[in-house]
């Protein structure tokens, strides 16, 4: 779970200097990404939210999938929300500290503050949203993000389920 969200934190090619769970878990992070990026449905989505999310359209989509998946993870997967969470909150692997400071703290923060118990509701998807926004080193309008979710809901909701049948296919292990 740690390493597959490390994904985000590594740049370039060589990972080859971390653990083998670590590279494990930046090559399904980085999987995923690509599966995401190149899928039809998501394409398709990604174009059609472009006017009113301009560059961060494909952003938004990964924090809708992010809020849709916690909304509907009974369907995914067997361990209720909560227990899946705290699991996730108090595991602590034993390579985290060869893992990057920034990453470290923002685990920190993302275990104290516990942010993934609020993706399933309106106000875990806002504040996802503006975090996200502040990050980016560019203007933009993911602050919008929310509003454009529950305009085109039904739509995204029917992209998400498309996505996740075609990963769960693919990704199968």
Known sequence: MVSNLYGDFVKGRDYSHYPEIVQKGIYLHRSIDNFIDTHPAVTELRLSLYPKLPKVAGIAIDLYFDHLLAR??????????????????????????????????????????????????????????????????????????????????????????????????????
């Open 72 to 173: 509907n993870w009974g369907n995914y997967h067997s361990k209720e929300y909560t227990l899946f969470l705290d699991e996730f909150y108090f595991y602590e692997a034993d390579f985290e500290q060869e893992l990057k400071k920034e990453f470290n703290e923002f685990m920190g923060y993302f275990r104290t503050r516990k942010w993934l118990d609020h993706y399933p509701t309106a106000f875990g998807l806002a504040k996802s949203c503006e975090g996200v926004a502040k990050r980016i080193s560019f203007e933009n309008v993911l602050h919008n993000a929310p509003e454009q979710f529950y305009k085109r809901e039904n739509d995204i909701q029917s992209c998400f389920e498309i996505y996740m049948k075609d990963a769960i296919e693919k990704f199968s292990f």
